[in-house]
C-alpha cells in the first residue's frame, strides 16, 4: 500500500510539473502578477481603468495570456527582437482623457533598441524627444503617441488628444526615471 501511495504522489509531481504548476515562486508563472514599483504609477490627474495586464511568451504565458492575445499577429516582430512580458496599463482622466502604456521587455537593451527603430513596431519619422536619446513623438490629431527605450524596456505611451501631450511628457519622464532604477 505505501508503495502504492509513493507511486501516485510521484506521478502527481510528474503531471504537476508537465502543466507548469511548480514554478518557482516569483517567476512570472501563469495566475501570478509581478508587482514592479511602476505597476501603482498613474499620471497626474487619471486613474487606472482596470489592474494593469500582463502578457508573455507562447512558452511562457502571464496571467492575460501571451502576446497574440494582446495584438494578434503583430506580436511576431516583437519575438524577432528578443521580448519577454509585456506590462499593459490604461488610465482614464477628466474630459474623456484616456492614457495607455505599454512597458515591453525584451531580453537585452540592445533588442529593446532594435525593436525602437523596427518599423513595424514604431514608425519612421517622428519628432526626437528632448528626455531621452533616440525616443520620438508622433502627432497624429488628435492623438499624441511617444515612443523610447530604457535599458531592455521598450515603452509605448499614448494620450487622445494631442492637446496634452505636455502632461504625457512628463509622465513619460516620471515614467523612465522609475523603470530605469528598475535595471540590474
Not at 499593459?88 to 533588442?111: C, N, P, R, W
Not at 502627432?139 to 523610447?148: H, L, Q, S
Not at 505611451?157 to 512628463?170: A, C, K, Q, S, T
Amino acid at each position: 500500500m505505501k508503495r502504492a501511495s509513493r507511486r501516485t504522489i510521484f506521478l502527481l509531481l510528474v503531471l504537476a510539473a508537465a502543466c507548469g504548476a511548480l514554478q518557482p515562486a516569483g517567476s512570472g508563472a501563469a495566475g501570478e502578477r509581478p508587482h514592479p514599483r511602476w505597476q501603482r504609477l498613474a499620471p497626474n490627474g487619471f486613474s487606472a481603468i482596470r489592474p494593469p495586464q500582463l502578457y508573455g511568451t507562447a512558452e511562457r504565458p502571464l496571467v492575460d495570456g501571451t502576446i497574440f492575445n494582446y495584438m494578434d499577429g503583430g506580436g511576431v516582430a516583437y519575438l524577432e527582437h528578443g521580448f519577454v512580458e509585456l506590462f499593459h496599463a490604461e488610465y482614464a482622466g477628466k474630459d474623456g482623457l484616456a492614457i495607455s502604456l505599454d512597458v515591453f521587455t525584451m531580453g537585452t537593451a540592445e533588442q529593446a533598441q532594435a525593436a525602437l527603430v523596427d518599423e513595424r513596431i514604431c514608425p519612421a519619422g517622428g519628432a526626437p524627444l528632448g528626455f531621452v536619446p533616440a525616443g520620438k513623438a508622433f502627432r497624429f490629431p488628435p492623438d499624441y503617441f511617444i515612443y523610447y527605450s530604457v535599458g531592455n524596456k521598450l515603452i509605448y505611451l499614448h494620450v487622445n488628444d494631442d492637446r496634452h501631450r505636455g502632461g504625457l511628457d512628463r509622465f513619460a519622464v516620471q515614467l523612465r526615471s522609475l523603470v530605469g532604477k528598475e535595471e540590474p
